[in-house]
């Protein structure tokens, strides 16, 4: 006999997508048994219509609200800008607007770009002539290039489109396959849907003209024809002196020749570069694997940036990396928030937006290999990580700030330690 409980403890249900946001907060609730206190949570509304959000993702039932802060000190390319970074992480913003500041006499980020576009695959499998089946399609580069152009007249119209063409043939356990590559230029999109209906436009003339059979028809992003590029010099005077300059160089190149400290260099570099990417409604998933993919492109796992002293003696920093952002389609287009952030940062090409958050990654990471190499990452993170574990552990108004600088103080900087300096603190009240 099945009863109501199992029943309600089921994941099938039915129609799921069908219900009104109100009504999945409750098929939900009962199902994970869940208090009110989390119920009314969920129902909470945020600054996005929950009538847009809806329709932005499949069974919604509530949204999740990251803090978004402005790293100032911010001049690249010559133009002050402030920039709004999404990120729960503490000392991220912070990071960066130091960093900035302490090169901002000296010229702030200097970027360049190599271009807006972006590339989909189409694979052919069971081809018995895979040379020949390569030459075959790249003979056939004007037609190619009419059939993606006439996907996507409006983007053509905006001086984008179809740019060139590859073929490659990859081995593999299951043998030789045929990839071609279309190149496009996405102009301010990031361009994904652009290239993919172009792409599986494409695919059945390629197997037509081959006799293979197509199977995957999707973009790479691997955006390596979208690589973007920023460098900043900071005095050592500025930076604390000729030692500290130093510290920083060799903990630069122990990332670059060790894959595990590399990772760890890398992702705090993506916590700057990944906030703004989200502040502004761009793929941030598509972002970091890209990054990371470009990383390991001479086949080792590296920095995505580069350290040197320079004749002066003071310290230069590089970065470069494939950023496929876009400032039209998408969320970037219906999200009011979104809007209102790009709005900040005053762009007026994808492009542009991609060479400041270039920017905001270097500084990113002078930031966190400069604590690293002097005082310690723990020191100013867990300073602001204080706050939040005095949040958690009941404090309020003035309380927080003082219950972070006791347990700061003690260096027993976790929720229990919280607890009692908070306990201790209303007792004297």
Known sequence: MVTDEAIQRTSRISGFHKLAVEERIERIARFANLADEHRRQLAVPSNIDTHLADHMIENLVTTIAIPVGIATNMRVDGRDVLVPMATEESSVVAAVGNAARQCYDAGGFTTSMSGTEMIAQIQLLDVPDPERARLLILERRDEIERICNACDPMLVGLGGGFRALEVRLVDTPGGRMVITHIIVDTRDAMGANAVNSMAERLAPDIAAWTGGRTLLRILSNLADRRVVRARATWTAEAIGGESVRDAMIAAYQFADNDPYRAATHNKGIMNGISAVVLATGNDTRAVESGAHAFAARTGRYRSLTSWEVTSEGNLSGAIELPLAVGLVG???????????????????????????????????????????????????????????????????????????????????????????????LRERA
């Open 330 to 424: 998408g969320a970037v287009k219906i999200h009011p928030t979104a809007r209102a952030l790009l709005a900040i940062l005053q762009v007026e090409t994808a492009g542009e937006l991609a060479r400041i958050i270039a920017a905001v990654g270097l500084a990113q990471n002078f930031g966190a290999m400069k604590a690293l190499a002097t005082e310690g990452i723990q020191r100013g993170h867990m300073s602001l990580h204080a706050q939040n574990l005095a949040f958690a552990a009941g404090a309020a108004g003035p309380e927080v700030a003082e219950v972070a600088r006791r347990i700061v103080e003690l260096r027993t900087i976790n929720e229990g330690a919280a607890r009692a300096a908070l306990a201790e």
